[in-house]
């Protein structure tokens, strides 16, 4: 039969009647040049304007032209993200869309970029277009294919993965909804029906979303593709032959996102179970094929941050494959039939996503808990954490952000969300959300709900209101605190028991509402965890009094299910006999999960070292959970085996959350007791008070902070030496800090003041780095200061060429006090930041200095440093050095080898004393320089 023949005989079967009135239609001829990694395209675009406007202008997004330099929004996304893969890669890894031509109507037009937006193009139009017209758009271009490695859609190691490389008009509605390629995969689109025929090597098969025929002709493979009101045209190309088809009563599944352990049947069984599942809440799926493709599935991984290892094996066989494959499943069915902005409107389909996933588990595994069969091992099994059930995790994830204060409302723009809450808190809070409703307004009017809204706006562009229009309909309750209270806003809910009054037949519950966020509350009456009486209470905005019947429960408490996310827990429980100790005392080894029903103490092991205490061996003891409390305390008792004594720590702070321009200000009191010098110790007391000031997003790096903090030092002296200035003083202390550490670009600057007993004095520290390549770098510090006065008749308080006499004692030192041996090589970037040692190497008056660092290969830089030191009464003295670094993990690990100093050549028998390191067991650094770009 002839091919043309039988592809037209094709179509007109599948598809039925293939131009529908109002729908926009694509056609693409494209040839794939498997050399130059490059796509020829001829489209043709026949756009409707289905709006109430007359249109002068039609926008395109053109989305393949986001990887064509470094200036597009998607490359400084890559910036924002932390990731510098696409700033350095070659431009032959990159990508582009070249246009050659453009008519409306068969007539040449003017078009443009759009200014800063170079994936979208403007087209003006010769004849405006009125509702219900429409025009057709043909355009010729080359798109040049980039690498998968930056977004997973590209070229690949065996052939191209393909999504958003070809021209699609942008939706109207009420204004032109446009927006750039942020990675997100989140084009805003209307359906369309799609002819498109590709060419390519014989090498290749083919998959796609589409009805499929395809002919060989010599070398060449003819593929034919046709798709009826479809959008987000996904197309697989690939030596290899990657996909599998399940099929189901209704939908034929096609994925290459399967598990080679589980046999065909069982995983036809899975898939039947969860569409069978999904169809009872939505309704069925608008196509006969769902098409998964694991690059799609695999893109965001942080959901299985809460996860045990795979190796563990921690849960019934099959389940993590199940519940990836659900979830992935779920996403194409929602987004694909709700076409909903899921750039400034992802709440509802992000909502509807998680509310399944949690009713999918509450159904099929009801008692998982999130640590598997390890929750039954000892000791695990006696915490609290292993009691959480697999659904728990998401008001607990959720709560960890909120806690923070790094929660965002779920109408803030999906590109001004962080990773953290546009990938993991916000789809969280969005399925909570709509499990307060199913336990408030009941699960059968939540359950219309959708059926009746996926119903009527399947494959139609719709939006959140409309959804809410259609859950009010279906329940007689006023529903508008969840919109303004729980959607719109990032406030906390937070309700505390204050008082309860025992009657003869009843009790008075009296509750407070602390955040002011008016939103209803279930009340419950408990006894041995079970539930024995359950009430909704509405509208308490301030203080409220419930008359509640007495009854089989010993404890009131609010929110006992934890169906809606709240600030606190810790207050939502009170015992009806109204005892003095409310809550038994409970000791737990390192942290647990904050449990309402104890008043909670961990404590842990601490092992630590200094030269002049040796081993030091004590107990922490801290009231601080897993998730974050605004009022911490951490007390370390010691015992130091070589100086044989009681040593420690301790650490008061209140953290208070402020929605200003402020983020929050910490009040802390802490001291320690440790040795500085053989048998000589030290005490402190530093009371203090830090701002940290709000960021314009959580998505911006910089960081600004205040401290003002009064240190007092007391040290001990040997009885046949009196005491001087310096070992007895208090310095009051303000310090102003800006950190940026781009992942590309890094600055960051102190500014300091220090008013003491016999001295004034000025700082200011300026770090400034640039990667120049993905394994070199430039960096440059500046320090300068200056005494306003200066009493001090020693150099104690004086600034140092290099780390100084450290006299607040912040330095992390194994030695301080040495001057020679190895604990005197250890390396604190302070003061004139210099390596190497000098005679009369402090200034008592002015300093200067400057440190450089650039990259030669890898973690090996070279360093050059000079510094000018000015004392009373004495010409300035000048200083410098240079050598390598070897910088395995910035100021964590890291080793300095001079080579050439004011002394001349430093090789000699000696070399090995000159060599400076920097060695932290701070846990914290190398954790928050690994996490930079999350939060």
């Not at 049947?265 to 998964?292: A, M």
């Not at 992802?346 to 640590?371: A, Q, R, S």
Request: aromatic share 18%; glycine share 4%; hydrophobic share 35%.
């Amino acid at each position: 039969m002839n091919y043309k023949l039988f592809i037209t005989t094709f179509f007109i079967i599948v598809c039925g009647n293939f131009i529908t009135a109002q729908t926009n239609s694509i056609n693409i001829n494209a040839l794939l040049n498997d050399n130059k990694k490059e796509l020829k395209i001829e489209q043709k675009i026949v756009f409707h304007n289905s709006s109430d406007t007359i249109l002068n202008r039609i926008f395109l997004h053109n989305w393949a032209n986001s990887f064509s330099n470094n200036e597009t929004p998607l490359a400084k996304r890559f910036i924002e993200d932390y990731r510098s893969d696409f700033y350095f890669s070659k431009q032959k890894n990159k990508g582009f869309s070249k246009i050659n031509q453009i008519t409306v109507n068969d007539s040449f037009t003017t078009y443009k970029i759009v200014k800063n937006h170079p994936d979208i193009i403007e087209i003006k139009l010769s004849q405006p277009l009125n509702p219900n017209d429409h025009i057709t758009i043909s355009a010729v271009y080359t798109v040049k294919v980039p690498s998968a490695s930056f977004t997973g859609f590209g070229k690949t190691k065996t052939g191209y993965h393909l999504r958003y490389w070809y021209l699609t008009p942008a939706v109207y509605k009420n204004e032109w909804q446009l927006m750039s390629n942020l990675n997100m995969d989140d084009l805003y689109a209307n359906i369309a029906d799609f002819t498109i025929q590709i060419n390519t090597p014989k090498k290749y098969y083919l998959e796609s979303n589409l009805y499929k025929y395809v002919t060989e002709e010599n070398n060449t493979k003819h593929f034919y593709l046709l798709g009826k009101k479809q959008k987000d045209i996904i197309i697989d190309l690939d030596t290899l032959k990657k996909y599998k088809s399940f099929k189901t009563k209704n939908i034929e599944i096609k994925t290459d996102f399967f598990d080679t352990k589980i046999d065909y049947q069982k995983t036809t069984e899975i898939i039947k179970k969860e569409v069978d599942f999904i169809q009872d809440y939505l309704g069925r799926y608008p196509y006969k094929q769902l098409f998964i493709d694991r690059n799609s599935v695999e893109k965001n991984l942080l959901h299985n941050i809460y996860s045990l290892p795979k190796w563990l094996k921690p849960f019934p066989e099959n389940f993590r494959w199940e519940m990836s494959f659900f979830k992935a499943m779920l996403i194409k069915y929602i987004d694909d039939a709700l076409l909903v902005n899921k750039r400034t409107d992802y709440w509802l389909n992000d909502g509807i996503l998680t509310f399944l996933m949690i009713e999918y588990v509450n159904k099929y595994y009801p008692d998982l808990t999130i640590l598997g069969k390890y929750s039954n091992y000892w000791p695990i099994k006696g915490y609290t954490i292993a009691k959480l059930k697999q659904n728990d995790k998401y008001p607990f994830v959720y709560l960890f952000s909120s806690r923070n204060f790094y929660d965002q409302s779920l109408t803030t723009p999906a590109d001004s969300l962080s990773n953290f809450n546009r990938k993991i808190v916000s789809k969280y809070k969005a399925g909570l959300g709509f499990k307060y409703l199913q336990d408030y307004i009941g699960e059968d009017a939540l359950k219309k709900t959708f059926k009746s809204f996926y119903y009527k706006n399947k494959l139609k562009l719709t939006d959140s209101k409309q959804f809410l229009n259609t859950l009010n309909k279906n329940t007689d309750k006023n529903l508008t605190w969840f919109k303004t209270n729980y959607i719109d806003t990032n406030k906390k809910l937070d309700y505390k028991i204050t008082k309860i009054t025992r009657n003869k037949d009843s009790i008075e519950v009296t509750i407070k509402n602390k955040k002011k966020t008016i939103a209803p509350i279930g009340l419950y009456g408990v006894k041995d965890k079970k539930i024995k009486f359950k009430k909704w209470i509405d509208r308490i905005d301030s203080t409220k009094t419930i008359k509640i019947p007495r009854g089989d429960f010993d404890r009131v408490a609010i929110n006992y299910e934890r169906l809606y996310p709240e600030y606190n827990l810790l207050n939502n429980y009170k015992k009806i006999d109204n005892k003095l100790i409310n809550k038994p005392l409970q000791l737990r080894l390192y942290k647990d999960i904050q449990d309402p029903y104890y008043s909670q103490v961990f404590y842990k092991p601490v092992v630590g070292y200094n030269l002049y205490d040796g081993i030091i061996l004590g107990v922490n003891f801290n009231n601080q959970p897993i998730l974050a409390r605004n009022f911490k305390y951490s007390i370390t008792p010691n015992y130091s085996f070589k100086s044989k004594q009681v040593t420690g720590s301790y650490l008061f702070t209140y953290n208070q959350y402020i929605n200003s321009n402020i983020y929050k200000i910490d009040y802390s009191i802490g001291g320690n007791y440790y040795h500085y010098a053989p048998n000589l110790g030290y005490t402190s007391f530093i009371p203090s008070v830090t701002i940290e000031f709000n960021r314009k997003s959580l998505r911006d790096l910089d960081k600004k902070y205040l401290t003002s903090r009064l240190v007092f030092i007391n040290k001990e002296v040997n009885d046949s030496v009196t005491a001087t200035d310096h070992d007895k003083y208090n310095i009051l202390n303000f310090r102003y800090t800006y950190s940026n550490p781009g992942v590309i670009r890094g600055l960051k600057y102190a500014i300091n003041t220090e008013f003491g007993n016999s001295f004034t004095k000025f700082s200011t520290d300026i770090r400034y780095l640039k990667r120049i390549t993905p394994n070199k770098r430039f960096s440059i510090r500046l320090f300068g200061g200056f005494f306003i006065n200066n009493k001090s008749k020693s150099n104690y308080f004086s600034f140092g060429l290099n780390r100084g006499s450290d006299y607040l004692f912040e330095q992390n030192l194994f030695g301080r006090s040495e001057n020679s041996g190895l604990f005197s090589q250890q390396y604190v970037i302070a003061d004139g930041g210099f390596k190497s040692n000098f005679k009369n190497s402090f200034a008592n008056e002015t300093i200067l200095s400057v440190n450089t660092s650039i990259g030669i290969w890898k973690w090996v830089e070279f360093y050059n440093d000079g510094a000018m030191l000015k004392n009373h009464n004495e010409n300035p003295h000048f200083f410098y050095e240079n050598g390598i670094r070897l910088n395995f993990i910035p100021q964590a690990f890291e080793f300095y080898l001079p080579i050439y100093t004011n002394n001349g050549f430093e090789f000699n028998n000696n070399y090995f004393s000159k060599i400076k390191f920097i060695i932290t067991t701070d846990v914290g650094r190398i954790y928050n320089y690994i996490r930079r770009g999350l939060f």
